[in-house]
């Protein structure tokens, strides 16, 4: 169990989740993304979880982060393309917006782009690893170009070999 609890740990620590932050998870708790990364990231910063659905909803996941101020958000990138193309996009205060994580897929860099610009998400990571390793082994870093971002997996985590 410290594999998963550390992995929490790394990958908000990656995005520098801390307690004054309120972390959106549209991503299911019945995998590794919601559950380890998510859940379990928070509890070790203290951070605040915010839950806009049952199932992800690009609608109800913008609506979540107006109106809880989040200050990140976990998804795979049609997740992120789904946000964008939201019919009532541009009508959501996303200022509070700064980090989060794009995993699951290659994300292409004009989506990247519009993350960053579009939604105030600078610090956007991106990170690669698999159920079977408690899940990332792998995360860019908030500091990478973004180009650098999209065009790799990022670095090795803590206690990781490869």
């Keep these: 169990h410290l594999n998963i609890v550390n992995n929490g740990n790394f990958v908000t620590s990656a995005i520098r989740l801390t307690v004054d932050d309120r972390l959106c998870i549209p991503v ?23 839950f806009p659905g049952e199932g992800f909803d690009a609608g109800a996941t913008l609506k979540a982060v107006a109106q809880e101020r989040c200050t990140g958000i976990y998804g795979v990138p049609t997740m992120f393309v789904a946000m964008l193309d939201h019919a009532d996009f541009s009508t959501f205060d996303l200022t509070s917006l700064r980090t989060g994580i794009m995993a699951g897929s290659p994300c ?18 991106i990170a690669y690893g698999m159920t079977e390793t408690s899940p990332v ?25 490869v």
């Design 28 to 50: 299911p708790l019945y995998h590794c993304f919601g559950m380890s990364m998510g859940t379990i990231g928070c509890v070790t910063k203290g951070a605040t979880m915010v």
């Design 108 to 125: 292409p860099i004009e989506v990247m782009k519009k993350v960053v610009s579009l939604m105030n998400m600078r610090q956007v990571t």
């Design 137 to 161: 082994s792998f995360q860019s870093s908030v500091d990478d170009p973004l180009e650098k971002r999209v065009s790799t997996v990022g670095r090795i985590h803590p206690h990781v070999e």
